[in-house]
């Protein structure tokens, strides 16, 4: 398997790869949608509902304590995944990283063109008067976080459900999926949407599934690949060193 998509990135020299939680879970975050992910254990409320727009104007108090426990993960490493796709984009090969993940880690390992559909942790600005602050500065609040300049309440700039995605963002992503000759999926279950809908603007000639599970997409793919992502990324790179 490792060898078909060996062949397959030696003959592109477009690739986009699209992923999601699955990418992360090697580097320690888990994923919402697995057995043991956020989505199978047990709160007050849903997580559906607690991550809504609707739910974070209504419940801060109570959005903020999930927020800090399960959304913000401390430490948290690039994998050989993200290593590898780094790898790819310094070679030319890879155009751009499209994510559902909100951890930041394409950005530690190094990628440059990365399109955040759902937005970053590691981002959060004052709904009043738009001054930015790291994840720090939320992780170590208490309560509701405030802006020191104005009072205004200081929102994580990722996408809650109820909100739409960045249209700077989804258009950049459309342009780089149109133009690439191989699209690798990656992690991802394809079950959110719009972000999983992106994949139907690609015209080009390789499409690979690299997930654990099957996929909307694995019938369209000329390679489906049923291993950890990091896992098959880390043989490549064994490869590489051969």
Not at 10 to 25: H, K, L, N
Not at 32 to 43: E, I, T
Not at 52 to 61: D, I, R
Not at 127 to 156: E, H, L, Q, W
Request: glycine share 8%; proline share 4%; net charge negative.
């Amino acid at each position: 398997m490792v060898k078909a998509l060996e062949d397959i990135i030696a003959a592109s020299s477009s690739i986009v790869f699209f992923g999601g939680a699955g990418v992360s879970t090697e580097s320690g975050i888990p994923d919402f949608r697995s057995v043991d992910g956020l989505y199978h254990q047990k709160y007050d409320y849903p997580p559906e509902t607690i991550l809504s727009h609707t739910f974070w104007e209504q419940n801060p108090h109570e959005f903020y304590r999930f927020y800090r426990d399960k959304m913000i993960v401390r430490g948290a490493k690039p994998n050989a995944a993200h290593l590898r796709l780094a790898r790819l984009e310094q070679q030319g090969k890879l155009k751009a990283v499209v994510t559902q993940n909100i951890d930041g880690l394409h950005q530690a390992a190094g990628s440059k063109t990365v399109y955040e559909l759902h937005g970053s942790t590691l981002r959060n600005y004052c709904v009043d008067c738009g001054k930015f602050y790291d994840v720090d500065f939320v992780a170590n609040s208490t309560g509701v976080p405030r802006c020191t300049v104005c009072g205004g309440i200081v929102k994580p700039d990722v996408v809650l459900y109820e909100e739409c995605l960045d249209e700077a963002t989804m258009a950049g992503a459309i342009a780089a999926i149109r133009k690439a000759d191989t699209l690798i999926i990656g992690g991802t279950s394809l079950v959110v949407y719009p972000a999983a809908g992106l994949i139907h603007y690609f015209r080009g000639r390789h499409l690979v599934v690299i997930n654990m599970q099957p996929t909307a997409a694995d019938k369209a793919a000329d390679l489906c690949i049923a291993k950890p992502i990091g896992q098959v990324l880390s043989e490549k790179i064994d490869l590489d060193a051969q």
